[in-house]
C-alpha cells in the first residue's frame, strides 16, 4: 500500500492559535479593529470556510461589530488542488 506524502501549510507564529476560540477572539477584535477605522458607510469582504461564513456573519451581528448585508460568492475558475489531496477542490469562496 502507498501512503500519500503530506505537506504542511505552515505561514508562521502568527498563523497558528492554541484553540478554536482564541483564533475566533482574534478574528472578531480584527474585525472591531477595521469598524473602527472604516468611514460610516464603509464596506469589509472577509473570506472564510464555507463551514464558518453564516455563523462568523451571524456572530458579527449579535456582537455589534458588523451586520452582513449580501455574502459574495467568489467563483475559482481554475482553483489549486487541496494541500492534503485527500478531498475535492474548492471551486468557490464566501
Not at 10 to 17: L, M, Y
Not at 28 to 53: H, M, T, W
Not at 71 to 91: A, D, H, V, Y
Given at each position: ?8 501549510a ?14 475566533l ?7 472591531r479593529e ?45 482553483p ?15
Amino acid at each position: 500500500m502507498k501512503l500519500e506524502k503530506v505537506v504542511k501549510a505552515d505561514f508562521g507564529d502568527w498563523d497558528k492559535w492554541e484553540t478554536e476560540e482564541e483564533y475566533l477572539d482574534f478574528v472578531f477584535d480584527v474585525c472591531r479593529e477595521y469598524k473602527r477605522i472604516l468611514k460610516p458607510n464603509g464596506s469589509l469582504v472577509l473570506f472564510f470556510s464555507y463551514q464558518y461564513a453564516g455563523w462568523i456573519g451571524y456572530e458579527l451581528k449579535k456582537r455589534g461589530i458588523f451586520s452582513l448585508r449580501v455574502p459574495i460568492i467568489f467563483e475559482k475558475t481554475n482553483p489549486l488542488p487541496q494541500i492534503r489531496k485527500n478531498g475535492f477542490r474548492s471551486c468557490y469562496e464566501m
